[in-house]
Nanobody, 129 residues
Framework: QVTLGELGGGLVQAGDSLRLSCVAR????????MGWFRQAPGKEREFVAG?????????MYGDSVKGRFAITRDNAGKVLYLQMNSLKPEDTGVYYC?????????????????????WGQGTQVTVSS
């Protein structure tokens, strides 16, 4: 099991950058497929980015953030990052990190929230225009 916690949310202006962190408060992130999701008021939870901790699949991004966001991890298995550049008002929402212990050979399965067993409490990101 792993307990996740997000850090780094805040209020920024359109065009700014922000980096979110997801830390393992208990356990390690190694061995999981890690994802970032976000949820805006009145909307469903949306896949943002994902990465497998070791080997195999490359990173993956939701269409709305490709080219602007980057998901990375440390080598110690303790911290996952989401670098967000060129932020837009539509990026506003609560951002969650999540860990999946399910193995799939393809990336696409990991865009579904249902495959993730562990979730952080979320951090608010607000982008003003």
């Amino acid at each position: 099991q792993v307990t996740l916690g997000e850090l780094g949310g805040g209020l920024v202006q359109a065009g700014d950058s922000l980096r979110l962190s997801c830390v393992a408060r208990q356990g390690s992130l190694s061995g999981y497929y890690m994802g970032w999701f976000r949820q805006a008021p009145g909307k469903e939870r949306e896949f943002v980015a994902g990465i497998r901790w070791v080997g195999g699949l490359t990173d993956m991004y939701g269409d709305s953030v490709k080219g602007r966001f980057a998901i990375t991890r440390d080598n110690a298995g303790k911290v996952l990052y989401l670098q967000m550049n060129s932020l837009k008002p539509e990026d506003t929402g609560v951002y969650y990190c999540a860990a999946s212990d399910q193995y799939y050979s393809g990336n696409s399965y990991y865009s579904a929230p249902s495959v993730y067993a562990y979730w952080g409490q979320g951090t608010q990101v607000t982008v003003s225009s």
